[in-house]
Nanobody, 127 residues
Framework: QVQLVESGGGSVQAGGSLRLSCAASGYTSGMRCMGWFRQTAGKEREGVATIYVPGGATYYGDSVKGRFTISRDNAGNTVYLQMNSLKPEDTAMYYC????????????????????WGQGTQVTVSS
């Protein structure tokens, strides 16, 4: 079991920045990739970014490339999402998720295959 707790959400004006954190506990040695997703009412979760826990490779969704940066601490148990140049369309509930199988990390944007999820943190960007 892996437990995930997100933090850092809030309200910001367009063009501003926020930094989200996701702290993992439990079976952290089994983590293979950690991802950020976001969801607005009535829509499916959208893959924002992922980072491989051993190795550090990163991948991003097209809508956030060049604006968001995913990173992790040295222990690999906390993942960050630095969000710059925020837009109103970035408003969503942001979730952290973990895969413990390498083959699932290849298709990281498929939210249906993730076994472990955090409770989410709200990000609101006003124009």
């Amino acid at each position: 079991q892996v437990q995930l707790v997100e933090s850092g959400g809030g309200s910001v004006q367009a063009g501003g920045s926020l930094r989200l954190s996701c702290a993992a506990s439990g079976y952290t040695s089994g983590m293979r990739c950690m991802g950020w997703f976001r969801q607005t009412a009535g829509k499916e979760r959208e893959g924002v970014a992922t980072i491989y826990v051993p190795g550090g490779a990163t991948y991003y969704g097209d809508s956030v490339k060049g604006r968001f940066t995913i990173s992790r601490d040295n222990a690999g148990n906390t993942v960050y999402l630095q969000m710059n140049s925020l837009k109103p369309e970035d408003t969503a509930m942001y979730y952290c998720a973990v895969h413990t199988e390498w083959q699932l990390c290849v298709n990281w944007e498929n939210e249906k295959r993730y076994k472990y999820w955090g409770q989410g943190t709200q990000v609101t960007v006003s124009s």
